[in-house]
């Protein structure tokens, strides 16, 4: 069975996380969207409400299941018995900072290959860190989020 990882913080999730997730999982037998949390990190979102916007966003999809974890991702890779780590890329930026993570994936686990999936043009601007700030402001996220996670905002 040919199993993936989707890692991230994915606070909050985005239509831009959506859509690579739509578009791996015909790739893989199971994908496990990874909620990876960071003890360095303040989240906007507690892990509990990102774990139940995930659920409520895929909740058709019976070969994705939504799980938090932590420590090195290649740890929990192995841990679920995934071979892949898929990783959006939306900019030259974003691919120079995944090669670098996947390289050092690598030397740690050489079995887990890294899969890059490159964004559509259309949500290449969209993060998190920009939905985060709109709504800290109280502004009006609805085209980057996906309508099943609104009402967890």
């Known amino acids: 069975m040919k199993t993936a990882l989707f890692p991230g913080s994915f606070d909050p999730v985005t239509k831009a996380h959506v859509d690579i997730l739509k578009r791996s999982v ?10 990876g949390l960071n003890s360095t990190k303040k989240p906007f979102i507690t892990p509990e409400k990102r774990e139940q916007m995930l ?11 939504v ?9 929990f890779c192995k841990q679920i018995g995934a071979a892949y780590m898929i990783r959006g890329i939306r900019t030259v930026s974003d691919f120079e900072y995944e090669k670098a993570i996947a390289q050092m994936n ?8 890294s899969i890059f999936i490159v964004s559509k043009p259309g949500y290449s601007s ?4 920009i939905v985060r700030e709109i709504l800290k402001y109280n502004g009006d996220v609805s085209q980057f989020i996906p309508k099943e996670a609104l009402p967890f905002l």
Do not use: N, Q
């Open 106 to 113: 690598h030397a740690l686990e050489p079995e887990i290959e």
């Open 126 to 129: 969209i993060s998190s860190t």
């Open 26 to 35: 015909s790739l893989f037998d199971k994908v496990y969207v990874g909620i």
């Open 67 to 75: 799980i938090a974890y932590e420590g090195l991702t290649v740890e």
């Open 55 to 65: 659920k409520a966003v895929f909740a058709d999809e019976p070969r994705i299941e």
